[in-house]
């Protein structure tokens, strides 16, 4: 696989072609990258050092300069999740979360929290990461060899309103109703 400053070209052209798609449905976006792992990004998520994008070209580029690297004190998934529920947006920048793992067990993670308002877990390479979401969460599992569907499946999920449904109740039995 060819790799470009440590990310593969196959999940470069993914978030390329997802913010081509979220910019073209939303002109009006503004997107924050934070990647956790062998970068050299901060640990600690601090809402005002998230570079956003405001544009495709600006996001692409964001992608295209994110520089990885070996080292022993790279956050795992459980880290990073402890490091997002840890942040505060007090500016309130950002609606909503897009967490990506690929990460097959996922029982011993914590969960995300469900105040970055609408959360996103993205199971690449086909895992299914659940156990990150809060209750109100949504899940888009992506295989390895991902298609156009997949892109629109994230896209959807992140800007379609929540529905929350409650069980019906009522004060009497259920009774067959006959209509004269």
């Not at 050299?40 to 520089?67: C, D, Q």
């Not at 990885?68 to 529920?85: E, P, Q, R």
């Not at 599992?141 to 959807?156: K, L, M, Q, T």
Request: net charge positive; charged share 20%; aromatic share 14%.
């Amino acid at each position: 696989m060819i790799r470009v400053r440590g990310i593969t070209i196959l999940n470069l052209n993914f978030w390329v072609k997802f913010g081509y798609d979220i910019f073209d449905e939303f002109p009006t976006s503004r997107i924050g990258l934070w990647l956790y792992g062998y970068t050299y990004l901060p640990t600690k998520v601090e809402p005002s050092e998230i570079k956003t994008a405001t544009n495709y070209t600006g996001f692409r580029n964001l992608l295209y300069y994110m520089t990885y690297f070996f080292t022993h004190g790279a956050l795992n998934t459980a880290k990073a999740i402890d490091a997002l529920n840890a942040m505060y947006d007090t500016e309130h920048r950002f609606n909503c979360l897009v967490f990506c793992t690929a990460q097959y067990r996922t029982t011993h993670l914590p969960s995300l929290s469900s105040r970055f308002g609408n959360v996103v877990a993205v199971g690449l390479s086909g895992t299914n990461p659940k156990e990150v979401l809060p209750w109100d969460g949504r899940l888009v599992s992506v295989p390895y060899y991902y298609d156009e569907s997949h892109i629109r499946a994230i896209v959807r999920a992140i800007v379609e309103p929540k529905t929350t449904t409650k069980k019906a109740t009522s004060t009497t039995p259920n009774s067959a109703v006959r209509i004269h």
